[in-house]
């Protein structure tokens, strides 16, 4: 093997550099510049970021365990693009609470590792790299989760977190044995005749309750809202669309390719899960009062649409799913900033603090109208056409009841979106967040995000780029 | 014909509101006032400019006006679909930039006096320029797709609006209710969209709507519950422009949106957003009449029919001024709807849709006036209700003769505006279906009586005693109220037969008198009877009684016929028939809408228990959630 294959893995082996960068910079950085660090980090992965763009060529390492296509870079891409813009709303967070108590390299350094683990996942070439990958994802989140440890809720948060994680991962790992003992491999290029019988079944949903439990899928979300609310919003944020979206990733690709022959089994049970997602995660995003909340429920209703692009197995349906998901991670991550931008200001995190926020911060209340616009569905932002999208190829297969429902859902988040939109425009407050003005940073992050949300919708070659990078699943 | 420059026509509002929108702490409220007004005055001459250049010099090639689109592909869908950006020009849609341009402006300029010293001043414009920016688009889309962004774009802009007034807590729940009736609606539009891109594969309004093309030809192909799947498309396009224009039993956004400003009223809810319906069902109106023989045309035919009796019926008992006018607004349209569901195609055949859009664009002039008219009033004395007029002829005499002139155009009497298209609409009802005729027919006399209920009531009735004397409105508001008072006198005198038919071929229209004559008395009728109950003893009873010498004389003469009259419509009609379908519109529908949405909020509040809190439900919710699923499957899929 050539040395120069380990190119291959140039994004792993650049983000573990990173890593160990911090870890020795965190030795050599004065006590009294310790906020520095967040500076360096970010400098380092924006670098990173920027790199990644750069060509590679396809191919797999280590006997197929690891493979990497343009489409998984693509992946890889989206993935870096969403954690700078997570590290850019965080930096002040970091700044001003974390690093004074001595933790600012760390932060780094788990979600890196974190990240780390999801591009394993999503290169993975058999069931192994998987699973180590999906580990190595998770677990850094559990302790990031419980990061503030004065806050009881936070560590709260943490616990609740490695617990279902760790009942997810042990299904799944389970799933896997099973799915080996159905087929005799646990590379997916040799398991190409799988066959529906009971044990094959039963291995499947419970491999896939693994991931579905990332992408917060019902009965599978339980976790999702306990834990948004507790951990800092930094990692809620990044949770809800890094984690998320790589599971996303990894399970659209396995559906379509080694689990094809299942097809006829998760169409079905997708069709199911699709309807339960969207419709309990909207009736209980009705009612939140802590945003943190409402956007867990409302990112589990998200989840519901990702499905309905998946469920038609089809080179169209990928598409419009990668494309749905691009779409959230912006507008996710703008209304995340928001409140962010917020919290870390006045500490507030209701609704009603929300109250008349436009008298005094009109900026930040349009980058929220926006980002909920968007995930409400509604033109021009972006996340109208990811919807109509999915809605189009869904229907192509001839999903019209489905499509009907999730429409329908649509429309029902609309009323809840716009409560958010009420409080900060119409509603009337005495005591309203007075005006303040957002570091650099989470300036930045916040405008790339809306830049996002605008330029995913009018910028059509993006959607035939990605219409192109699946031509493999028209095979 | 060069069209390239009309792109302008939606793109100065677009300007403006970018404007406006980001630097609205900065610019003075009579500067952002006079952006506004300029840059819709800009669009609007640039809308005439095109109409001009459209039917007076290129559009028309060997007798047939011509369609151009200028358009570029925005994005391959997939191999077969792909979605177009630009602009079409054709005789509806240059009608359509000359209606929205000529409303918006006077709005515009109606707005400078009537919000003057409103704290949201610019922000009120910023809305105005986006909600016209939307319209144009919406007007002039070459495709579904394009119309439908611009469609929600509408509502949105409109939910800015109806709820611009947040300090009334019942703006904000109109505002609320408008927005998601009517997003309700596009699910229809959105799944018809689908279907149609679909089945047809492509959204071009050219190739959809070619008689010989593919489109119209194989609608028969596919079947879906024994019907084509193009007509269940047609259908369910049309229930989403029924959200729109607010017809039965989508209607009930319409009263409550009332709640937004006056000039918003006359703008959106009179003269451009509430006809978008009308406007989809004649853009596509070749697929509606050619699938499956025009079936979803007689859907369409028929809700309009019974939406303009129905909201005639309601609006007689209407006290507000405002909803009066609203569902007035809904009847009309019901007009416009039912006059596109019985025309045919080609030649004199198609003059119910020539009669539809004429009376779209009489009804945009004479409504916008007196929603106008109906805010000059509320800004003289600070009240919706009637009860808190009358007399007011005194001391607003510009409202009141520009009230009469919309009312008498509305009422059909000769020769105002109203009198020329409803009778186009009156005779294509005769010759297809004699129900909706008498339909009409009935409208026209209802429509008639409670517009002069109101006008009496107003202006005339009772002397109200004001806590502070009432007086005429600034130049900025009277000046559009004179502008479209002369229009709705004189715009019924375009020979649109010429301009605006289904084939694009025009012909020649000649009023047929027997019909008009019937129109005209059923007409009278309804003013004479709005008359004898809402005019009420005053001093210039006796100038009226000489003109209408005759009637008035046989009626008070005989005393006991005034009072069979009092009796048949007070305790018969206004009690048996219109109080109860007011209440059933109230209860019933509204309810049932209302019903959706709490029964929703009901069960989110019950479900809430399954998130205890407690890791150990999670689990076992984790666990029984595989163990259903695999069930599920193995018994059932395997």
């Given amino acids: 093997m050539d040395i120069s294959n380990f190119l291959l893995m140039r994004q792993e082996i650049m983000l573990l550099s990173i890593v160990l960068l911090l870890i020795i910079a965190e030795i050599f950085i004065p006590n009294d510049k310790k906020s520095s660090i967040v500076h360096f980090a970010i400098f380092l992965f924006g670098i990173h970021t920027i790199l990644g763009f750069v060509e590679l060529s396809e191919g797999s390492l280590f006997g197929g365990s690891f493979q990497t296509t343009k489409l998984v870079y693509f992946f890889k891409n989206v993935l870096n693009v969403g954690v700078l813009i997570v590290l850019l709303q965080s930096a002040d967070w970091i700044q001003e609470k974390v690093v004074n108590e001595n933790k600012g390299s760390e932060f780094f350094i788990l979600l890196f590792s974190s990240l780390l683990g999801m591009y394993f996942m999503i290169s993975a070439g058999d069931f192994l790299m998987f699973y180590i990958g999906l580990e190595l994802g998770t677990l850094p989140v559990a302790a990031l989760a419980a990061y503030e440890t004065s806050k009881r809720i936070s560590s709260e948060s943490g616990i609740k977190f490695i617990l279902s994680a760790a009942l997810a991962s042990g299904t799944a790992l389970f799933g896997v044995s099973l799915l080996y003992a159905t087929s005799g491999s646990i590379f997916f290029a040799d398991i190409t005749t799988i066959t529906a019988s009971n044990l094959t079944i039963l291995g499947f949903v419970l491999f896939f309750s693994g991931l579905a439990f990332k992408i917060s899928i019902v009965p599978f979300h339980f976790w999702t809202a306990d834990v948004y609310e507790g951990a800092p919003i930094s990692v809620s944020s990044y949770l809800s669309v890094i984690s998320k979206g790589a599971a996303v990733f990894i399970l659209m690709i396995l559906l379509f390719t080694v689990l094809k022959p299942l097809m006829h089994i998760w169409e079905n049970m997708i069709y199911g899960l699709t309807i339960a997602t969207m419709v309990i995660g909207n009736l209980f995003a009705l009612r939140q009062q802590n945003m943190k909340r409402f956007l867990a429920f409302s990112s589990i209703a998200q989840a519901g649409f990702i499905l309905l692009g998946i469920i038609s197995g089809t080179q169209l349906g990928a598409t419009t799913a990668i494309y749905f998901v691009l779409v959230y991670i912006f507008s996710n991550l703008a209304a995340f900033g928001v409140v962010q931008a917020i919290s870390l200001q006045t500490g507030k995190e209701n609704m009603d603090d929300y109250n008349g926020l436009y008298r005094t911060n009109p900026k930040l209340s349009l980058v929220m109208m926006l980002a909920l616009f968007s995930l409400a569905g509604i033109p021009p932002v972006a996340g109208f056409f990811g919807k109509f999208f999915l809605f189009t190829s869904a229907a192509s297969e001839g999903y019209y009841l489905l499509v009907f429902i999730a429409a329908a859902n649509a429309t029902i988040s609309l009323y809840y979106y716009l409560l958010v939109v009420r409080a900060m425009f119409i509603r009337k407050n005495d005591n309203p967040i007075p005006f303040f003005n957002s570091k650099i940073y989470m300036r930045l992050g916040l405008i790339v995000s809306v830049i996002g949300i605008f330029v995913l919708g009018l910028y059509s070659p993006l959607y035939d780029y990605i219409f192109e990078l699946n031509g493999f699943l028209n095979q | ?638």
């Fill in chain 2, 1 to 638: 014909m060069n069209i390239n420059y009309i792109i302008l026509v939606p793109l100065i509002p677009l300007a403006v509101f970018l404007l406006l929108g980001i630097f609205s702490h900065k610019i003075k409220p009579a500067v952002s006032g006079l952006i506004g007004v300029g840059g819709l005055l800009s669009s609007t001459i640039l809308s005439f400019y095109a109409a001009y250049q459209y039917f007076f010099i290129y559009g028309k090639v060997d007798g047939v006006f011509q369609t151009f689109v200028e358009k570029t592909t925005w994005m391959n869908f997939t191999d077969t679909l792909h979605i177009d950006m630009g602009i079409l020009i054709d005789p509806i849609s240059v009608m359509m930039l000359v209606v929205v341009s000529t409303i918006s402006l006077m709005v515009h300029i109606y707005s400078n006096g009537y919000m003057k010293g409103d704290e949201g001043f610019t922000k009120f414009f910023a809305y105005l320029s986006l909600f016209s920016f939307s319209m144009f688009g919406l007007v002039l889309a070459t495709n579904l797709f394009q119309i439908y962004i611009f469609w929600e774009l509408v509502g949105v802009s409109s939910y800015l609006l109806i709820g611009y007034y947040y300090t009334k807590s019942s703006a904000i729940a109109a505002s609320k209710k408008a927005f998601i009736v009517t997003r309700f609606a596009d699910l229809g539009f959105l799944i018809g969209i689908l279907i149609i891109g679909y089945y047809t594969g492509t959204y071009d309004f050219i190739d959809l709507n070619n008689p010989e093309g593919n489109a119209i030809l194989s609608w028969a192909a596919t079947s879906f519950m024994g019907m084509s799947v193009i007509t269940w498309a047609l259908i369910l396009i049309f229930v989403g422009g029924a959200g729109k224009s607010a017809m039965f039993p989508l209607h009930i956004w319409l009263p409550d949106a009332m709640e937004g400003p006056t000039p918003v009223s006359a703008l959106i809810h009179a003269a451009t957003m509430v006809v978008a319906g009308c406007y989809l069902v004649a853009r596509l109106f070749p697929m509606y009449y050619f699938v499956d023989d025009g079936f979803a045309l007689h859907i369409v035919a028929y809700v309009g029919a019974f939406s303009s009796l129905f909201a005639a019926v309601i609006a007689i008992t209407q006290t507000d001024i405002k909803r009066v006018l609203a569902f007035s607004t809904m009847s009309q349209i019901g007009y416009m709807m039912f006059a596109l569901g019985v025309s045919g195609y080609g030649g004199h055949e198609g003059v119910g849709y020539m009669a539809s859009m004429f009376h779209l664009f009489t009804h945009a002039m004479f409504k916008a006036l007196l929603f106008l008219c109906a805010g000059s009033v509320i800004h003289a004395v600070h009240s919706n209700e009637l009860k808190d007029m009358g007399g007011l002829r005194k001391y607003m005499p510009i409202t009141n003769i520009t009230f009469l002139i919309a009312a008498l155009a509305i009422a059909g009497v000769p020769p105002f505006a109203g009198f020329w298209s409803k009778d186009e609409i009156l005779v294509a009802a005769f010759h297809h279906d004699k129900l909706i005729y008498y339909v009409g027919l009935l409208v026209a006399g209802l429509t008639a009586f409670y517009m002069f209920r109101l006008y009496f009531g107003i202006f005339w009735s009772k002397d109200t005693k004001y806590d502070h004397t009432p007086h005429e409105s600034p130049m900025s508001m009277s000046i559009p109220l004179m502008i479209l008072a002369f229009l709705s006198i004189t715009v019924g005198f375009i020979p649109f037969s010429e301009f605006v038919t289904a084939d694009r071929m025009g012909f020649e229209a000649h009023l047929n008198y027997p019909l008009a004559a019937v129109a005209v008395g059923v007409g009278a009728v309804g003013i004479i009877l709005s008359w004898i109950f809402y005019k009420k003893e005053n001093d210039l009873a006796q100038k009226f009684a000489n003109f209408f010498g005759v009637f008035y004389k046989w009626t008070s003469n005989k005393f006991y016929f005034d009072e069979i009259y009092l009796f048949v419509t007070k305790k018969i009609i206004f009690n048996l028939i219109a109080a109860p379908i007011a209440k059933f519109d109230k209860k019933i529908v509204d309810g049932t809408m209302e019903g959706i949405g709490n029964k929703t909020v009901l069960l989110s509040q019950k479900i809430k228990g399954l998130q205890s809190g407690r890791v150990q439900d999670y689990a076992l919710f984790f666990v029984g959630g595989i163990v259903v699923i695999t069930m599920v499957f193995i018994y059932m899929w395997k």
